[in-house]
Every structure is written in structure tokens, then in C-alpha cells.
């Protein structure tokens, strides 16, 4: 069985550009996370969504950031404009359900603001 | 203050040593307790779940401690394969999910 997919895996912008970052999680799985990863930390979620709709968006800086998950299937997470400090590696979970089963992750996208 | 602390380490055992991790966490509603393992520059995944009763799998043994809210992630015999960073993950209330910044491990031969 597939796991989570993303992509793309790196992304080089330059300050001021914006940039999508696309997840596809494993089948069946309704909910979906998107995490944010600094270097020496661990993850800390920016958005949870229970099929099409964010459930917990509190951490997600709406100034610049913006997530959709159109038919509670694939999402897509977006930065515009991206700042310096957003260099990091941005990670997709999903799970069976919210108090289900284990949440499993995609290999992230790593990227890097110039 | 964090939800979850941990001491990032590093941590550099020789192989065959028994090294034992420790976290504390902030939150006495917490519900679930886990330990994920990342390797350099992958994503997390679960190693284990953390039982107030404690729990083994092998070589690892998961122990959680409610009342000092205190959770730790033995691991005996060493292995150069267990070279990791060890990610503390406490599961509150909401059902998210909030990790410790991580202990790296290196397992030298």
C-alpha cells in the first residue's frame, strides 16, 4: 500500500515568491495534518483537517498561509509571500480518523527561502 | 512553557549499551503517550506506544508515570541500526498531537 505521498521533495524560492507544497494521503484515510519542522525541533502542527473541512487551524499564520483539501482527498498548502524564516521542512500526515489509528507521515517537503 | 520537553542530547553509546530516554509533559489531560523514531533528514515514524502499565517490544521498553507526567523510552543492546533521533509525542484532548524537539541518538562501534 502507498503511504503518503508529497510533493515536490525540495523547493529553492527567493524571498517574496510564493510556493504550494502538495499532499496525497494514504487511501482511506480522513484525516489529514500538515506540519511544519524547523531544524533541532520536532513538528508542530499547522492544520488538521477531518475530510474537506479544518478543524484546527489555530497555528496556521493566515497573513501568508493557506491550505485547501478539495474533495477530503488530496491538499495542497500554500505561502504567499514566503519570509526567510519560512525555511523548513513542511510534513503531511494522515490517519484513519481523528481518535483513530496512527498517524502516518509523508517525506516532506524541504524548503528553502533566499 | 512546552508542551512536551525533552533533553535533545546527543547521546553516544557504544554498541551493546543500554541507553534510556526521559520526557516530561505540561499537560496532566494529556491521553496518549508515543515514542516516533527519525532517521536524519526522513520522516517521523511510530516506534512505540507508552501504556501507564509500560509496555516492551523487543529491546525497547515504553514507561509512563501520570502522576510526575513523565514518560521513557528504554533501549537495551544497542544497535548501530538504532542511530536515530528519539521524538517524545503526547496526544491531548483536541487529538493533536505535540512532539518534543527530539533526542538524537549515535550508536558507535
Known amino acids: 500500500e502507498a503511504g503518503v505521498v508529497q510533493s515536490p521533495r525540495y523547493k529553492i524560492i527567493e524571498k517574496k515568491q510564493p510556493v504550494a507544497f502538495w499532499c496525497n494521503p494514504i487511501?482511506?484515510?480522513?484525516?489529514l495534518y500538515w506540519y511544519l519542522q524547523n531544524l533541532g525541533q520536532g513538528p508542530e502542527l499547522l492544520i488538521r483537517?477531518?475530510?474537506?473541512?479544518?478543524?484546527?487551524d489555530s497555528q496556521l499564520p493566515k497573513d501568508r498561509f493557506s491550505a485547501e483539501r478539495l474533495k477530503g482527498v488530496d491538499s495542497t498548502l500554500k505561502i504567499q509571500p514566503a519570509e526567510l524564516g519560512d525555511s523548513a521542512v513542511y510534513l503531511c500526515a494522515s490517519s484513519l480518523g481523528v481518535d483513530r489509528g496512527t498517524q502516518y507521515f509523508g517525506p516532506g517537503t524541504r524548503l528553502l527561502v533566499l | 512553557r512546552k508542551e512536551v520537553e525533552q533533553d535533545p542530547g546527543p547521546f553516544n553509546v557504544p554498541e551493546g549499551a543500554t541507553v534510556a530516554f526521559n520526557c516530561t509533559y505540561s499537560n496532566s489531560a494529556s491521553q496518549s503517550f508515543f515514542w516516533y523514531r527519525q532517521d536524519c533528514r526522513k520522516e517521523p515514524k511510530l516506534l512505540m506506544s507508552?501504556?501507564?502499565s509500560g509496555n516492551e517490544d523487543g529491546r525497547f521498553t515504553a514507561q509512563l508515570n501520570r502522576a510526575s507526567q513523565y514518560i521513557s523510552l528504554l533501549i537495551r543492546d544497542s544497535k548501530l541500526s538504532d542511530s536515530a533521533t528519539y521524538l517524545c509525542v503526547v496526544k491531548t484532548g483536541a487529538n493533536n498531537l505535540f512532539f518534543g524537539t527530539g533526542t538524537r541518538l549515535t550508536v558507535i562501534p
Open positions: 507508552v501504556y501507564s
Open positions: 483537517y477531518e475530510n474537506e473541512e479544518a478543524v484546527d
Open positions: 487511501s482511506g484515510h480522513n484525516t
